[in-house]
């Protein structure tokens, strides 16, 4: 008997053993597919606003219940790729290694001379000068400071968000012989896809709040798609996993709906007053529709 006890002592082990894996995997693929479906809900509530709001078309500003829902969408849906990516589990970012290898296996060299030009272009430093140019642009036509605080503040505060979710987050870089450029902060979300993400739709919105429908659906497709170079140079670059740079979108995103409501909100008002000075003064004043001049504020 002892001898059998002895036997089965080891196979028990084993047996409970493997049954703690099972349930962990269990448990991880039930966060994973948790996370999976919180992440198309809130994209799916995004878009589902996003496309209300172009049906509605004209000017006027959207309903504050709508800007909610685009704004809940696209947080949480980053919030569920910062959790899954923070786990660093699962299948939602398994496919983060073969992107990056496939971009490694095709390098060549007159693709990687423009993609470091595009990549530096759009860090910090390049980010905030243009917006700062792009900012002085509107102002002056706008005759007002306002347009130029709300695009700085925009992509600084999502610059600032990636920051500190980098820190909270804390997931290494892609290994250093896969970057072209030796970084080593942390990785999650890509502070390029969000200063990029922030700065080009909040441009699209400004500089087309005065155009047609037309117009502004082409700036914006303009915008997503320099979002796209700037995203893509840094997987081509090694310099980031695949979720960071979507996670950056979605940050950048969020930001350019906050700040592209702050400034739609106040050019409607803008006009409003305008209007009404317009009422009060002889119809040959001279005076200029700051929010129509130029096509551009």
Request: aromatic share 6%; with cysteine; proline share 4%.
């Amino acid at each position: 008997m002892s001898l059998a006890s002895a036997q089965g002592a080891p196979i028990h082990a084993n047996l409970v053993g493997r049954a703690h894996e099972a349930v962990a995997d269990l448990h991880q693929s039930g966060a994973t597919t948790l996370a999976l479906v919180v992440l198309v809900g809130g994209a799916a509530m995004f878009l589902g606003a996003s496309v209300w709001r172009s049906l509605q078309g004209g000017r006027r500003s959207p309903a504050a219940a709508v800007i909610s829902v685009q704004c809940a969408g696209l947080a949480v849906a980053f919030g569920a790729l910062a959790y899954q990516v923070r786990a660093a589990a699962g299948w939602l970012t398994g496919v983060d290694p073969a992107v990056l290898d496939w971009f490694t296996e095709h390098r060549s060299d007159w693709v990687t001379g423009p993609a470091i030009a595009v990549t530096d272009a759009g860090g910090p430093a390049g980010t905030i000068i243009a917006a700062v140019v792009i900012g002085a642009v509107l102002s002056r036509r706008a005759r007002s400071p306002i347009p130029a605080l709300i695009l700085i503040g925009t992509v600084g505060a999502a610059a600032l968000t990636s920051t500190v979710t980098k820190s909270v987050v804390g997931r290494a870089r892609p290994p250093i012989v896969s970057q072209v450029l030796l970084e080593t902060d942390h990785s999650f979300p890509s502070g390029h896809a969000t200063g990029a993400m922030a700065l080009f739709t909040m441009a699209a919105v400004m500089f087309g709040y005065a155009l047609s429908p037309t117009r502004r659906a082409l700036l914006l497709i303009l915008a997503a798609a320099a979002t796209v170079v700037v995203s893509v140079t840094r997987l081509y670059l090694g310099e980031h996993w695949l979720s960071d740079v979507i996670g950056g979108v979605l940050l950048g995103g969020l930001a350019a709906v906050i700040g592209g409501a702050l400034y739609t909100s106040w050019m409607d008002r803008t006009r409003v007053r305008w209007a009404t000075s317009q009422d009060e003064v002889t119809p040959h004043s001279g005076l200029a529709n700051p929010t129509t001049m130029g096509h551009a504020a």
